[in-house]
């Protein structure tokens, strides 16, 4: 897994934009998944000023999200269908009919995971996916434990992850369970690019690069990973030792 750090959140967001607009020049129809979450905003933002300057379609592409609360409706304001709405799919030409984010409200969540699962076989898997980072070093959202081996499931979230999440939701509470892409199946990904930006991401980055690998810091099942790239800030790179490429 290499790492490479850039002066700021602007210059990664901007390196992210480009990686996956390179991705789509080679392939339109590349497989995406997609990431919520402050850190990748800085993409969105920039990759829709590209669509914007006519400098990229997304037409060809499929997209799919990495994960969505329990219990939310597809237009509760705190979900992550709002959020990619807001921030990307509806500022762009994606394709709605390949567009997809794991339905929070279905009445059999299992099942909804399986489809999902399913969903993303028949796309022929996922291609280019790109990750954001929790403090706790979970990925998606696959707490610290998930097994490597898991699929796209229903989880329990943590306290911390609840309490960081809080403030997007009324009288500060999170749902407690929410739907993810499993482990494995981020790992099956051809490609995997994870963002982290912040001196609050510093220390998770720097036991999942440095550390062992181990489920109880899910991010490091990266390093098995033969094509994962991390793109970090120089904040998020601060408790790094010296060994890592700039
Ligand atoms: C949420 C999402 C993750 C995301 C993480 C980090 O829990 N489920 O996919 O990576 O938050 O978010 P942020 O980028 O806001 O720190």
Known sequence: MRARVF??????SEAAAALV???????????????TGTTPLGMYRRLVEMYRAGQVSFAGATFFNLDEYLGLVPDHPASYH??????????IDADPARTF???G???????????YEAAMREA???EVCVLGIGRNGHIGFNEPGASFLSRTRVVRLSESTRNVNAADFEENRAPQRALTVGMATIFESR??????????KARTVAASVEGEISESVPASMLKGHPNAELFLDEDAASDLGSGVAG
């Open 21 to 35: 607009v390179l991705r789509l020049r080679e392939k339109p129809s590349t497989v995406f998944m997609l990431p």
């Open 105 to 115: 409200s279905a009445p059999d969540p299992a099942a909804e995971c399986e489809r």
């Open 7 to 12: 002066p700021d959140y602007e210059a990664m």
């Open 124 to 126: 022929g898997g996922i």
């Open 191 to 200: 490609e995997v690019l994870l963002l982290a930006s912040g001196t609050n």
């Open 101 to 103: 984010v794991p339905d």
């Open 82 to 91: 709002v959020y990619m709405k807001e921030h990307f799919y509806g500022l």
